[in-house]
């Protein structure tokens, strides 16, 4: 079936060119300068205002601007589309779950910043973080292993917790950090 349609005659109550003329179908695009397009449509795009053309005789693409396009004949689609533009089926659940995974790693992330604490005990965090994945604040107190908590100034005397030796062991990276801190500040 051939359809020839002059764009100067398409209304505001006719479909779009892309709602018109199917892609894979044959097209025949005549310009305002009298230039001729003949070939397959790849792609309709009404919002740019253009139509990509795959050439019958050369292979060539064209994109041809639909205000230049003064008229056009189609014949039904030539081609089966699902062959020529194979495009894999979306698997809807794992979209949603990849998005779920996404916001469940950013409410962590955001879970990891201290509300109202200074840099430096950020970076405290951080470091202890780096070490023992199982630690969170808990408003401006750091707990590490749900055992051992670090409140403000966030020194070694401030650990206190149930089990002496990660009591120590935390101490020990909490003096660190600052000693590594203060040698680099001085270093400045």
């Known amino acids: 079936e051939k359809m020839a349609v002059a764009i100067k005659d398409i209304n505001k109550d ?11 179908s044959k097209i025949t695009c005549t310009t305002n300068d009298d230039e001729v397009y003949r070939g397959n449509v790849s792609v309709i795009d009404n919002n740019l205002k253009a139509v990509v053309i795959e050439s019958e005789s050369d292979g060539c693409i064209h994109i041809v601007n639909l205000n230049n396009v003064h008229n056009y004949e189609t014949a039904g689609p030539t081609v089966d589309q699902e062959s020529r533009y194979p495009f894999r089926k979306i698997d809807i659940a794992k979209v949603k779950r990849r998005y779920e995974d996404a916001v469940h790693k950013r409410k962590e992330e955001i879970s990891r910043v201290g509300d109202g604490v200074s840099k430096e005990a950020q970076q405290l965090f951080n470091k202890l973080f780096s070490v023992y994945s199982e630690t969170r604040w808990d408003g401006q107190v750091i707990i590490v292993m749900n055992d051992v908590r670090i409140s403000s100034p966030y020194k070694p005397e401030n ?3 149930k089990t002496s030796a990660l009591v120590e062991t935390i101490q020990k990276m909490v003096n660190r950090f600052h000693s590594d801190n203060d040698k680099s500040s001085t270093n400045v």
């Open 14 to 24: 006719s479909p779009p060119l892309g709602r018109a003329v199917l892609t894979g």
């Open 159 to 161: 650990c206190t917790g």
